[in-house]
């Protein structure tokens, strides 16, 4: 019992206290932006569908509810109540974890990206080097899946997603080092302090060419059009899920979207200074300092992934070598000159 | 290094593409043998889509075999019922008027338009730019819905008519029309501004199945696919018909024979054929539209029937004495409604008979008779009938009736020969060959039909190449499977 008593004294009770209070504030997070990761994806499929229907003199959804509001919704539960192939010469236990593995890997990222300056899950100090770790688990599953669905059209897209999200991974770490440099920190809230603290109040000025590089890498990265290769559905019918229907397809779309969200959060953290204008702005206009930074950050997010929409209204598809090319000779070499214009400025000035 | 080798044997990857992708234009079936992502070796297979049309044309009349050109080359259906009706009014020597020249020079540009737009439409989709796609049909559908002003069908159209066309177009089709021509070059530059510049898609075009002027004429490319390797070749100037003499345009060609170039030439194609239909409608002449030759056209039908039968169903009777039972008609007869035994009068069981005349037409010695009003009588009431003499308003408009039967059904009478005859339509040159042994159908019909052609070219372009290099290979031959297979 005496043991006991010296453990439990009022200032472990009241570590247990907090510590419990800390993880039901976590749960509390998670569910928050799990819900708003969810509700993301459902409603970005109909802002997608409805941009690029506008764009090309269309209405895009419209039956299913006002304006096809429910839509998403109808098709996340049609997507739900559909057959599950599987395909009779697939490697069946890899084949069930593939997607599972893709959309977990891209879900994991959202616990590091800071909503807003005290809304984050995981405030940890190698954010950015988190984000790229996980994100490069996320290949496994575009690989395993091609190679379990024993297909050749998914084999090739697997093969090519693989590659180059690896290839564009280098071109994304590299071009978000100058950004290191000049907060002088991984930790995303850090990042976005540090910008709002700099003359400009976003790196998106003095990194220009930093941000040029990441945003096309980030396409890229992600498989969007005018890389969106592994899936190039007019060669490859649809790449590594070709196999895949009903849920565990939706896993995939899932993850998809996810991924383009920390993506285009990422952009907007690492370089549109997240939750916060910059100074001149505020200055500018004092009244804007009442809108809550969330509300700014999230405008920043979808701006960026609007320009994913318009770019899939425009462009055509590049070719596989093309697209390894402008990897390698073009946006590498621009990304690591930038790092040493970036660490040479640090130094002089 | 051989050690090397033995130890990390590769071995080609062969994928079969087809005949269900999306990128194959229906159900065209390629084999790829591919290193990597290179190709190695094509195998095209076709025959998906074989309806047997060549075969299908010996045995109906000249005039019943024009709907079945609609369903060759499907997204450009007036074009091929244009090559049919100039090919067959070549073979009749006959001549269409000239505002039916017009007209048929306006709907085939319109055709044209219309199947250059859906290859770039799907051309572009092939590629990735989703956007081109919508616009194209866009304006497309301002064409169809043009079509279907004039005929009433929107894709399998069978408006020409050997002889002219099957009737006069209307004033508000050439408002329409003419409104088009003015606003369509605009579109074309929309089209262009999202593509034609474009790095990307110069990157995936110029370069892509390159083929020299020589070997493009070896492998016996025509239109704007052997156009594009610089080869000026358009039947419409070298062997003029319908208005395309009368008109005034250029046939543009390429300089490199690559994928860029075939792309550049369709689209200035394009504008040359919107200055055609802008030209045809100024001159448009006034006149009928078919030929004044009643023995090898369909004239209209009061023209055919002055007198026709009061609304009474007829009956078909075999007159006993006449019938020398040789059978014919119990052979002909598709409903086998009439039995006897040979060389004893036959007779037709009333209730089985269809009434389509077959029996009528085929017997040689005039034992078939019809009864106009004789349906659902009792054969005694229609012998009793047929031996009376019908009254002569009648029996003539049941002479003209079998008349106008027996000339749809045995075709006109057509001099012997075998003549082939070429028109320009949008995928190159379609030809017909007829051999006429002198009855109304043909003895052997043969579609020469630029699909078939180009298929064969596939792997002579797209070998050494990458597989979305394929896909842009098959978008710029412009084959539609229809038109190959037949």
């Known amino acids: ?349 | 290094m051989e050690q090397v080798e033995k130890i990390f044997e590769t071995r080609e990857l062969n994928v079969n593409m087809g005949p269900q992708h999306p990128a194959t234009h229906g159900v065209l079936r390629l084999v790829l043998d591919m290193d990597g992502e290179t190709i190695a070796r094509v195998t095209p297979y076709i025959g998906y889509l074989h309806r047997g049309i060549e075969k299908l044309g010996e045995s109906l009349s000249y005039f019943q075999a024009l709907p079945l050109t609609d369903r060759m080359d499907y997204v450009s259906s007036m074009s091929n019922n244009i090559g049919y009706v100039v090919a067959v009014e070549k073979l009749f020597g006959i001549e269409a008027p000239e505002r039916a020249k017009f007209i048929r020079t306006i709907v085939g540009e319109m055709s044209r338009i219309s199947n250059h737009l859906l290859w770039l439409a799907t051309h572009a989709l092939d590629i990735g730019a989703m956007t081109v796609f919508l616009y194209c049909f866009r304006e497309r559908e301002w064409i169809l819905e043009l079509f279907e002003m004039i005929c009433g069908a929107r894709l399998t159209v069978t408006y020409p008519r050997v002889g002219g066309v099957r009737n006069d177009v209307p004033q508000e089709f050439l408002d329409s029309l003419y409104q088009f021509t003015e606003e369509f070059p605009s579109r074309i530059l929309e089209y262009e501004t999202l593509i034609d510049q474009n790095r990307i898609w110069l990157k995936r075009t110029v370069g892509i199945g390159v083929i020299s002027a020589e070997e493009a004429v070896n492998w016996g490319l025509t239109g704007p696919t052997l156009r594009g390797s610089g080869v000026p070749y358009d039947v419409r100037k070298h062997a003029p018909y319908d208005a395309y003499d009368k008109v005034d345009f250029e046939v543009p060609i390429g300089t490199e024979g690559d994928t860029y170039d075939r792309y550049r030439c369709r689209m200035l194609e394009m504008r040359q054929s919107n200055k055609i239909i802008r030209q045809c409608i100024e001159k448009l002449p006034p006149g009928p539209v078919m030929a004044d030759a009643p023995k090898f056209t369909l004239q209209p039908k009061d023209k055919m029937m002055p007198i026709t039968h009061p609304t009474q169903e007829h009956a078909f009777f075999i007159v006993e004495k006449a019938c020398k039972g040789c059978g014919m008609c119990l052979r002909a007869c598709p409903a086998k409604a009439i039995f006897g035994e040979k060389k004893k009068p036959h007779t037709i069981k009333q209730e089985l008979c269809l009434g389509c005349a077959t029996c009528y037409v085929t017997c040689k010695f005039k034992a078939m008779t019809i009864v106009p009003g004789g349906k659902g009588l009792s054969d005694e009431k229609l012998a009793e009938l047929a031996a009376t003499p019908l009254p002569e308003e009648i029996a003539k408009a049941s002479e003209y009736l079998v008349k106008h039967f027996e000339f749809i059904r045995r075709g006109p009478k057509v001099p012997d020969g075998e003549i082939y005859v070429a028109t320009e339509v949008p995928k190159g040159e379609l030809g017909f060959y007829f051999v006429s042994d002198g009855t109304g159908k043909p003895y052997r019909m043969r579609v020469r039909a630029p699909s078939f052609v180009h298929a064969g070219v596939l792997p002579r372009l797209s070998v050494g190449h990458l597989v979305a290099d394929v896909i842009a290979v098959i978008g710029t031959i412009d084959i539609v499977l229809g038109e190959c297979d037949r």
């Open chain 1, 1 to 349: 019992m005496d043991i006991f008593a010296n453990i439990i004294t009022p200032q472990t009770l009241d570590a247990l206290i907090k510590f419990g209070i800390n993880v039901a504030i976590i749960i509390i997070k998670i569910a928050v932006v799990l819900g708003i990761g969810l509700l993301h994806v459902a409603y970005a499929t109909y802002f997608e569908r409805k941009v690029i229907g506008h764009m090309q003199v269309r209405l895009g959804p419209m039956r299913v509810g006002p304006h096809g509001l429910l839509q998403p919704i109808a098709d996340g539960i049609k997507l739900f109540f559909k057959e599950d192939i599987i395909p009779a010469e697939a490697d069946k236990p890899v084949f069930y974890l593939a997607p599972v593995i893709f959309m977990a890997a891209s879900m994991i990222n959202l616990a590091v990206i800071p909503f807003s300056s005290n809304f984050v899950i995981a405030n940890i100090n190698v954010g950015l080097l988190f984000i790229f770790a996980i994100a490069g688990l996320g290949v496994y599953g575009i690989f395993i899946s091609g190679w379990a669905s024993n297909s050749k059209y998914a084999f090739l897209g697997g093969l090519r997603s693989s590659a180059q999200v690896i290839s564009y991974e280098i071109a994304i770490g590299l071009s978000l080092v100058g950004v290191m440099i000049k907060a002088g920190s991984l930790n995303l809230t850090d990042i976005v302090n540090a910008q709002e603290a700099s003359r400009y109040g976003m790196y998106a000025i003095p990194q220009i060419v930093a941000f040029v590089v990441f945003t096309i890498a980030a396409v890229a990265e992600t498989n969007r059009t005018p890389f969106d290769l592994p899936e190039a559905e007019s060669e490859l019918v649809a790449g590594y899920f070709v196999e895949y229907s009903g849920f565990r397809f939706a896993l995939f779309f899932l993850g998809e979207y996810i991924a383009m969200f920390i993506m285009a959060s990422l952009a907007a953290v690492c370089f549109l200074g997240g939750w916060t204008l910059p100074w001149y702005v505020t200055k500018a206009l004092p009244f804007l300092t009442y809108v809550p930074g969330i509300v700014w950050f999230l405008l920043k997010v979808y701006a960026f992934i609007f320009f994913y929409y318009w770019i899939r209204a425009t462009v055509p598809r590049y070719r596989y070598d093309q697209l390894m090319a402008i990897g390698w000779k073009i946006l590498i070499p621009i990304a690591l000159a930038n790092i040493l214009v970036t660490g040479l400025v640090k130094i002089l000035v």
